[in-house]
């Protein structure tokens, strides 16, 4: 028997809507922000999104910076993002990984 002619079915209690979210991209899904947290699914979408610095991120989630160094401290110990000093700015980047698990494997941010 051929292993890509088969199929793993596994009974799973969650109604349609619910189990369509597990493979649907971006932070809408409650899937990424259950596996990351709501803020930190954001932040992470927003670095994909192309908000690089540490400021324009708390700008665009209306969190204060002190919680998104927290959050991106967390994505980068993960392997999500890298993060570069750059003329007195932090910048962040998403790495391959991150972009994956947001379900954009083809979108490397160009400064990576």
Do not use: F, K
Not at 65 to 88: D, E, K
């Amino acid at each position: 028997m051929d292993p890509t002619d088969c199929t793993l079915i596994y009974p799973a209690s969650v109604d349609l809507d619910q189990a369509a979210d597990v493979w649907t991209a971006g932070t809408s899904t409650p899937a990424l922000a259950n596996l990351l947290g709501r803020t930190r699914a954001s932040v992470l979408t927003a670095i994909a999104d192309g908000v690089a610095t540490t400021g324009a991120l708390a700008h665009r989630l209306g969190v204060s910076s002190a919680a998104v160094s927290q959050h991106t401290a967390v994505l980068r110990a993960a392997g999500l993002i890298t993060t570069r000093r750059h003329h007195g700015n932090v910048l962040h980047n998403p790495t391959q990984t991150g972009l994956t698990l947001l379900d954009r494997p083809g979108a490397l941010h160009p400064t990576e």
